[in-house]
């Protein structure tokens, strides 16, 4: 090690997954369906696309995890997200190309992706 | 990238009830199901809550698993890292209430907690060095050798209050001036690892779950005297502890961070590990050094200092494991940061290892200052079977007994050593009132006579003089004048002996004589011990009137001390039994068998 900018470097690149080992109250949750069902429509891809996705973009205070069924079947697969101080909202139908958009447009900019959600599918 | 994180506790306490097993099962179960790719598995090292072990927790829910099997893995596979279904029936039951599930910060066990020392056991993958550095690793080791100069360092550490905590808290910024201040070709740095109190664990955890910290800060030290080389005294009794520990050095090498030209400043470090045999002398700081040096652990006369003449008759400084666990997060977050925790004279945390008559056996770090009846009853979780709490034993061998009037006392260094025992190591071993003060303080005194390495009179023959007194209490021959006698026989080791193991031994005999005189006397004087723990002040007798005369305890009896009369109690059919005294072992069968609590001891 010849300078305190390499250590950076690897403390940087460590950190992201380190701070999944440490809970975190501020953090903003993304969960995604993974009951019998949700796994049938393919929410596993889902899944690993948010995680991937987060990860890509460095995001510190998201969670991303699995819950069960919440009772809406056929819109599965079903993504909740819950950013601190807003609305719940429900995505519908997810793919990982969605799940890309909803990434970059809800968690980072704040901006509902109003066409995925649940509201939006049922009308 | 990794979407959920699996930790598995690998400290010793976890691993013997097969923790390094359950991480395979779960790897392998993951692969089964295709979620390795998602799922991390880490070893960390140890949680503290040693006593709900196998402990494994789940992130980002943060769930904690306690007690877990190797059958239950495949359950956890399936319920949770699959369909995201926490199997509640597995949590540690105290984060569950009613529909919620509490973080575990929130637990009993952890909230009183402040973790310094230990605040990377089990979060990071002790034999990963990147997982370190993402903890600010390193950083501190950056910031002394880049912005600060050797004296720097040293007034931050005096400024910060810090004291030695293997035991007897000597000020560590001033062990690190008096070596600075000895000019030498060669200067040493070395890490006390030998920990051999009974009942103290945690610079094994500290070593099996963060050991780059001690590398670390033994690098700084290095920095601040002017040392290029360190050792780390460690014991061969800690397997998993030195394989960590050489993990950590060759990947502190490969990174450069201990080697030639560190940060390129052109500051040199290198580190060697030295196993102990297990001696417990060779934890007094000469007859350590003097065991690195390949000769038979046997302590010197001081003065000369290790500061002025040490390790091969070099400036030397020695620290202890958890002190060392500090020195980093000092040098980062500032003397002041660290003098604002704990009280006037005792600054910082201190760890605790929980043993005995406790719920939660296990590590808990806790503010100086802290009251023992928060530590036991609270954090502790109290003594189990409702009985009633006797004492606390702190410090080991070297310490003393506090009483139950004492409870309320805030810890630090000098509130102890005002009563009479000493912080020691930070062993905590909880006694209640099924334990004879007498027999506690002959245990220690047996380890200690066992321990003495015999070079000096005063130990070697003095403990041995002090343990066979014990002994003649023990067996009821002793008298009044004997305790008189004992207690001037340890003031005489204490003033006497070469080192810190003479000089502490008397100190359990003489705590319990102080606080637990009565219970002396009853030895003495009415040849009864109030505990029922020693054997030859008691007997076992039937009480004729309860026996339903069902021959259970002769049969169970193993050299038939147990005999049949011919009474036959009003009311019942058979005759009762009796015990012969003269043959009695005094095992206690006959009680355990008896289904009608018709045997009693007194």
Known sequence: MKSLAELKAIRDRAQAEINMRKENPNAARVLVGMATCGIAAGARPVLNAFVEEIAKRGLKDVTVTQTGCI???????VVEIEIPGEDKVTYVKMTPEKAVKVVNDHLVNHNVVSEYTIGTATR | MYRSNVLVCGGTGCTSSNSLKIAEKLKEELALKGLDKEVNVITTGCFGLCALGPIMVVYPEGSFYSMVKIEDVPEIVEEHLNKGRIVTRLLYQETVQDDTIKSLNKTAFYEKQKRVALRNCGVIDPEKIDDYIAQDGYAALGKALTEMTPDEVIQTMLDSGLRGRGGAGFPTGLKWKFARGNDADQKYVCCNADEGDPGAFMDRSVLEGDPHVVLEAMAIAGYAIGASQGYIYVRAEYPIAVKRLQIAIDQAHEY????????????????????????????????????????????????????????????????????????????LKGADWFASMGTEKSKGTKVFALGGKINHTGLVEVPMGTTLRTIIEEIGGGIPGGKKFKAAQTGGPSGGCIPAEHLDIEIDYDNLLAIGSMMGSGGLIVMDE??????????????????SCGKCTPCRIGTKRLLEMLEKITKGQGTPELLDEMESLCHYIKNNSLCGLGQTAPNPVLSTLHFFRDEYMAHVIDKKCPAGVCKDLLEYKIVKDSCMGCSLCSRKCPVGAISVTDYIPEGKKRPAFKIDSSKCIKCGACMDSCKFKAIIKE
């Open chain 2, 434 to 451: 099924t334990d004879c003060m007498v027999d506690i303080a002959k245990f220690f005194l047996e380890f200690t006579v066992d321990e």
């Open chain 2, 256 to 331: 450069g961070l201990l080697g030639k030209d560190i940060f390129g400043t052109g500051f040199d470090f290198d580190i060697k590990i030295r196993l102990g045999a297990g001696a417990f002398v060779c934890g007094e700081e000469t007859a350590l050094m003097t065991s690195i040096e390949g000769k038979r652990g046997e302590p010197r006369p001081r003065p000369p200092f290790p500061a002025v003449k040490g390790l091969y008759r070099k400036p030397t400084t020695l620290n202890n494991v958890e002190t060392y666990a500090n020195i980093p997060q000092i040098i």
């Open chain 1, 71 to 77: 009772g809406i079947c056929q819109y599965e697969p």
